[in-house]
């Protein structure tokens, strides 16, 4: 037997005015499409901006439906949307924004195993890293360089 042991590293902002301009600006559109996002259900609110490669930003917030798995992330909205009209585009960064309707998030939302997939097929698709900010209603911003800092054991077509 061996071990191995992987780590995962993060850059961690106080805030969102320690960001740059540019992410500042794709949070603050995560946040505004976050409050559109159609969570009757679980009253979980997510918004995520995706900046593209050519300069477009794509947006995306959860939409639930009452047979609960029907319903999908607000991170895969944005990208298969951002898959099917700018097909050739790179994805450069993801701003993921994460609120509650009857708590406040103050710790950072990260996507979940299903998103974290999604994202791994454009990064393996497009090879090249997607950086990936999220953060809760309010509070600290997480910053990982790509999704395999997320999931570093990826599923994708070289097992198929």
Excluded: W
Aim: hydrophobic share 40%; proline share 5%; glycine share 4%.
């Amino acid at each position: 037997m061996k071990e191995i042991s992987i780590t995962s590293s993060f850059s961690v902002y106080n805030s969102l005015e320690e960001l740059s301009k540019e992410i500042q600006d794709l949070m603050n559109q995560a946040v505004e499409i976050r409050k559109k996002a159609y969570a009757p259900y679980s009253q979980f609110r997510v918004g995520a901006a995706l900046l593209l490669d050519n300069g477009k930003i794509v947006l995306g917030s959860n939409q639930e439906n009452a047979a609960y798995p029907s319903g999908l992330c607000a991170e895969r909205v944005a990208i298969f949307h951002a898959g099917s009209i700018y097909p050739e585009a790179k994805i450069l960064k993801i701003a993921i924004t994460a609120a509650s309707d009857t708590n406040q998030t103050t710790a950072p939302i990260p996507p979940c195993g299903s998103c974290r997939q999604s994202i791994a097929e454009y990064e393996i698709k497009q090879d090249t890293p997607i950086e990936i900010y999220f953060m809760g209603e309010i509070g600290e911003v997480y910053k990982s360089a790509s999704l395999k800092n997320l999931l570093p054991f990826m599923f994708d077509k070289k097992f198929l």
